[in-house]
């Protein structure tokens, strides 16, 4: 029995020197065991090593283990193969169901206990705790000697709690992963496996107490343990000068290791020591620098390397020396800087292709190594897919987001919330279920426009079908698209699927979740295990294994084997967890809440293990975890500030303070602290830097994935301090992107490059275009993208809106404000999603619908507006608005709290409404005549409709809220009202560009009406207004001195006032003096001379005329010949239309593109103001005396421009005769 240590610098040989004596002394002594030990990940690198290095390429006498690996295999020499062994998964969820039991003996972990992710913490330090032999018998020693209440001792006495918790649970019947080195050391003197063997330790920088102790136990009974550690030949191993010295770790294991010896009267045979030789049988014997690295590295005043030669530190270095030459691009050390992580990777990508290319490197010569490789592993996938670079990411994946798990966690969902809707279609998108894409798509639509979320709603039989989504020839020119429920519904089809074929996909869904909705209800009483078969069962109905299968091998077939490896082993991890819960838990009784938590516990610590799925591929990993073997270049990226060394971490449970106070005062040995972290850092980047035997490229960036400024790391100035003549080689963007390897990386550089006279560019154009014209091709369309007005032809045109397009004015000004989404809405159907919920556009219908109501009411009782009392208004109100919800009320309006608050309110504002329209109705001569006027092609009207040549014409439909009369002797006086929920503002201007139709044509229509009817055939129709009315609940400022006193009759009434001259109409009125006093008596009666209405948009002046704000007024002319422009500007943009007109050419105004503000189309059409041919419409900005003008011209000139078509259409018809 002996012990020997192997050390040497790093590349000095020490595992060719002991795999060697391994296999020699194998094939010597073939009756005896050889046993390599090494860290887990390092087992198959070893084993393939090992295999290599003997004669046969097979190994009999030789194992390669790790320590859990080799309890095991002495566990089953010995029949110990009953010991159940909780590993990490099993381990998270014995703590979550220890913490719910606990809970309310828990302090400071109570708040967050059921927080993803906190159960995690908890296991990691109770891990600590029991790796470093931290029982709860030593908390409780702990605990009672402290004797202030601090967080500390409450945190402590947390994790003691949950610690007995979880060693109750254990009892008897399982043991901890860190248990297992406990259970060998008890049973290792049984085994004849070690008493013949000889044991061998590579690869570790420092034992655990546990390996300690198991390793001074080993050292009693086998022959001989040999171990190697990596330190400076030329340093006294049995010597340490601290934390700070490099080989610290190293040097203490040594320590620790000849101490036990000692103690058992162990022989400690001679040390080997292996230095940096110049023989050529070590790493560096191609590079004298990656050699000269080496040696001085974090060491006490190291040499400096210039001029290809090494000089101490005090010697001097010339200055011109210090530049960047030839010397650079010959050296096998260089240093990068990029632009962010994304450039570094890049960076990396391209110095492998090339050194690939020119100097016959294989991929697996390389490795990328990073500080922080989760954050570059996010670019990875596509950068060096880019560059088409064949690369393994040494990182176990956690399965939390695996489609299979969020199937899984979906399903419980639906269960736990009963059907809502994001967890059914969240359980569907994740692709198990045995729906198409198509008809998942379509029920979601269905749901969301239906309100289909709750399990009584999947349980009832569908009968309503959206209207504004339903697939019929008659839906294309319905503008109103009303939401209703009828029997015709039966007879159409939702995206060409029947109310029958949605009730067929209704019931499949219904009824998958019927038997594990009934397992988790809470008065079955079923338990964990029988829940886990509900589960089971689900997965067989669906045929989750043959589908994740079949995946697996998709991606196989696609050459995307992680993924590939990825699926296969996803399910039987899944099927293993279930096994564990239900051995673990299964008689438990648990709600869907705490099984969802148990499941996500299991699930979060659950991980895919990888292998490399090509052997010629490039490495990516960390600087602790991953084992690099024999790399030739070496890429280390990220040497950033807060990278390297790492940022400070919190300390996890247990704060980095509250473990410098365990440490000091009580003693307690833990996992290293922060401070000590810095300096086991420094080792683990000798270690790695150390590993190429060519070439090494260090990079940083200047700013982080988020673009902030990002300082390089400490080592950076240390490594130039050691190589005076390296300098930062400065990589843009755009220098990455000049020296391309593949056609990706190639058309990369042609779309970032804008020297279109570069010679470069051109000739790889050229190249490009003979190996794939199509690539280039669409490279072409998109690099020189001009935007084209092109019309779509008149055939299409009338393909899409038919020969007599019924459309509404809203339809007209849309395709005035943008043709472009007029095309997509009207002409290609496409729309928003319809949502089940209370909108704005619901609250505005629910009032217009609730003010046809009470009009209604009024006219049943024949009164009139300005007669109803107070108290009957009010109660008419409120019935008329009841009366509106229950006839609009398919989305379930009720069904919520929130929107019966807002139909409360809704109450409060179309009383106020109603008063203020009475009160504008009392205080003048017009009385309502028409409420919600309906017209379409149907009617009468020829102010609705417009011949655009011989075949094809528009007909205006619409719906006019009120037409008011006055009459005056032989003539009557028409106003129309639209009422408004939103914010208008009338603006002349906006009439004139097409932006404001509405109440003119409403005008227009409602003059022929009344011209037309038997009552006023013999009356003089004239234009009295055109109004909006602001439906508003008004703020009156409450400050104001004039309102202090609520019950002065008098404020009452300047109130009362305030309030009307807020919810005046605004509009354009005609400006004669009789239709002035139709819309209010008192205009021309005031005592003062001047006056302001607050019933109608005008003022007056005391000589009578009107003032200059506040007065929207015009002549009977302007009037008649603001009817007249729209009738034109109408017939000559439906002409467009049917033209195929479909421009994007949004309107703006100021500084805001109105077309563009609320468009749902704004990323269909790609309006880019900065792409040459898009061009904006600007609003004209004229005084309304000057659009008059501007509209008769307008007016001649599309009558100019008729006549002429109309003479060239004669002459092609007279020649056709001819």
């Known amino acids: 029995m002996s012990l020997q240590l192997v050390v040497g610098n790093s590349g000095s040989g020490k595992t060719s020197y002991i795999y060697n004596k391994i296999v020699q002394e194998a094939n010597d002594n073939k009756r005896k065991n050889y046993l390599i030990i090494v860290p887990e990940q390092f087992t198959m690198v070893t084993q393939k090593e090992i295999v290599s290095a003997t004669k046969n390429k097979a190994i009999m006498n030789i194992d390669v283990l790790s320590f859990d690996r080799l309890a095991y295999r002495i566990f089953d020499e010995l029949g110990m193969n009953n010991l159940r062994i909780l590993e990490d998964t099993g381990k998270s969820l014995v703590l979550r169901k220890v913490a719910q039991e606990e809970k309310n003996n828990l302090t400071v972990f109570a708040p967050n206990i059921n927080k993803i992710g906190y159960i995690e913490k908890i296991k990691s330090i109770m891990s600590e705790f029991m790796q470093y032999q931290v029982t709860p018998e030593t908390l409780e020693n702990l605990i009672s000697k402290m004797e202030n209440e601090s967080v500390l001792k409450a945190k402590l006495s947390d994790i003691l709690t949950l610690y007995n918790g979880f060693y109750r ?542 300082r390089p790391s400490y080592f950076i100035s240390t490594i130039k301090k050691m190589f005076p003549d390296l300098v930062d080689i400065k990589m843009t963007d755009n220098s990455i992107s000049r020296e391309f390897s593949t056609m990706k990386t190639a058309i990369n550089y042609l779309v970032h490059n804008q020297d279109y006279e570069d010679p470069t560019w051109l000739s790889l154009c050229k190249v490009l275009s003979e190996r794939d014209s199509d690539a280039m091709e669409s490279f072409y369309r998109a690099k020189f993208y001009r935007y084209f007005n092109e019309p779509i032809s008149k055939i299409v045109a009338q393909e899409l809106y038919g020969k007599k397009i019924n459309m509404s004015v809203t339809r007209l000004e849309n395709f005035v404000t943008c043709a472009y989404s007029h095309f997509l809405k009207y002409g290609l159907l496409l729309k928003e999603r319809e949502q089940a919920e209370f909108r704005s556009l619901d609250i505005g219908n629910i009032y217009h619908a609730a003010l046809k109501i009470y009009g209604d009411l009024v006219k049943k009782a024949n009164k009139q507006w300005r007669d109803i009392s107070d108290e009957l208004r009010d109660e008419w109100s409120d019935y008329s608005l009841d009366q509106a919800v229950l006839e609009y009320d398919d989305i379930g309006i009720y069904d919520s709290a929130t929107n019966q608050h807002v139909i409360k309110r809704m109450k409060n504002v179309l009383r106020q409404t109603i008063w203020a329209l009475s009160f504008q109705i009392k205080k003048g001569k017009f009385e309502p005549e028409e409420l919600e006027f309906s017209f379409n092609q149907t009617n009468d009207i020829d102010a609705i409709k417009f011949a655009l040549n011989e075949e094809k014409r528009i007909n205006l439909q619409g719906k006019i809220d009120r037409i008011d009369v006055a009459k005056d002797d032989n003539k009557i006086y028409v106003k129309v009202i639209d009422y408004k929920s939103g914010n208008m503002k009338f603006d002349l201007v906006k009439i004139y560009e097409g932006l404001q139709l509405q109440l003119v044509v409403y005008l227009s229509a409602a003059m022929e009406i009344k011209k037309n009817s038997d009552e006023y055939k013999n009356f003089n129709v004239i234009p009295g207004g055109i109004l909006y009315y602001k439906i508003d609940d008004p703020v009156i400022d409450a400050d104001d001195k004039a309102f202090k006193d609520k019950s002065d009759i008098n404020v009452q009434e300047k109130i009362e006032n305030d309030i009307l001259k807020k919810l005046k109409p605004d509009g354009l009125l005609n400006q004669d003096k009789d239709v002035i006093e139709a819309f209010d008596k008192e205009s021309f009666t005031s005592a003062s001379g001047s006056y302001t209405s607050n019933v109608a948009p005008f003022g007056l002046k005391k000589d009578g005329n009107f003032t200059k704000n506040g007065s929207n007024v015009t002549s009977q002319e302007n009037m008649e010949l603001i009817c007249e422009y729209v009738k034109k500007f109408i017939q000559s943009n439906g002409k467009r239309i049917i033209n195929g007109d479909i421009e994007v050419k949004p309107i703006e105004e100021g500084q805001k593109t109105l077309s563009c503000t609320f468009c749902p189309f704004i990323s269909i059409c790609g309006y880019d103001k900065s792409i040459l041919g898009y061009e904006t419409r600007s609003l004209v900005k004229i005084d309304p005396e000057e659009v008059y003008e501007k509209m008769k011209t307008d007016i001649a000139k599309i009558e100019y421009e008729e006549r002429l078509e109309n003479e060239s259409n004669t002459n092609e018809q007279k020649e056709g005769d001819i």
């Open 169 to 710: 649970f254990l009892e008897g019947k399982y043991i901890t992963t860190e248990d297992v080195l406990s259970k060998l050391i008890l049973n290792a003197d049984k085994s004849d496996i070690l008493k013949n063997s000889e044991i061998f330790l590579d690869g570790y920088t420092g034992f655990t107490p546990s390996q300690n102790k198991l390793i001074g136990k080993l050292l009693k009974i086998v022959d001989k343990v040999t171990v190697t550690f990596t330190l400076d030949s030329k340093e006294d191993y049995l010597k340490t000068s601290g934390i700070q010295d490099l080989f610290n770790m190293p040097k203490k294991s040594i320590s620790k290791l000849l101490n036990m010896a000692k103690e058992n009267g162990i022989e400690v045979e001679e040390t080997v020591v292996l230095g940096v030789s110049n023989d050529g049988k070590n790493r560096y014997k191609n590079s004298e620098e990656l050699k000269f690295l080496e040696e001085n590295l974090f060491r006490h005043q190291p040499k400096k390397f210039c001029n290809s030669k090494i000089v101490t530190s005090k010697e001097q270095v010339n200055e011109n020396d210090n530049q960047e030459s030839e010397s650079l691009n010959n050296s096998e050390v260089k240093m990068y800087v990029c632009q962010s992580p994304r450039s570094e990777l890049a960076n990396a990508c391209r110095i492998i292709n090339k050194l690939v290319r020119t100097q016959g490197y294989r991929y697996r010569d390389f490795a990328i190594v990073a500080g922080d490789v989760e954050g570059y592993s996010n670019y990875v996938d596509e950068i060096l897919g880019k560059y088409e670079i064949p690369y393994f990411i040494d990182q176990t994946k956690k399965i939390l987001f695996q489609p299979f798990i969020e199937m899984i966690r979906a399903a419980i969902e639906i269960v736990r919330t009963n059907y809502s809707y994001e967890s059914v279609f969240r359980f569907l998108r994740c692709g198990f279920s045995d729906l198409s894409i198509k008809e998942i798509d379509v029920l979601d639509n269905y749901a969301l426009a239906s309100g289909i979320n709750s399990g009584s709603k999947w349980k009832k039989n569908w009968s309503y079908m959206p209207k504004n989504s339903v697939n019929s020839q008659d839906n294309k020119n319905n503008q109103s698209n009303p939401r209703n429920i009828n029997d015709e519904n039966q007879n159409k089809t939702y995206f060409s699927y029947t109310i029958e074929e949605l009730n067929e996909k209704r019931k499949y869904i219904y009824n998958l979740f019927l038997p594990l909705r009934e397992s988790f209800l809470t008065n079955n009483k079923k338990t964990i295990k029988e829940q886990l078969t509900e589960l089971f069962r689900l997965f067989e109905v669906l045929n989750v294994e043959e589908k994740l299968s079949t995946k697996s091998a998709e991606y196989e077939k696609n050459g995307d084997l992680v993924r590939a490896k990825e699926y296969s082993q996803i399910y039987d991890i899944v099927i293993d967890l279930f096994e564990k819960i239900a051995d673990l838990l299964g008689n438990e009784i648990v709600t869907s809440k705490e099984f969802e938590e148990l499941l996500d516990a299991g699930f979060e610590s659950a991980k895919v293990a990888t292998i490399p799925a090509k052997a010629d591929g490039v490495i990516i990993g960390d600087i602790e975890r991953t084992r690099l073997n024999n790399i030739k270049c070496l890429i280390f990226v990220g040497v950033n500030d807060g990278i390297i060394p790492i940022s400070a971490s919190s300390g996890g449970i247990i704060s980095q303070f509250e473990r410098s106070v365990l440490e000091e005062e009580f003693e307690m040995e833990l996992a290293p602290n922060t401070r000590d972290q810095f300096f086991i850092q420094k080792y683990y980047l000798y270690l790695n830097i150390t590993k190429p035997t060519d070439k090494l490229f260090i990079s940083y960036h200047t700013h982080d994935s988020e673009t902030n400024p990002s």
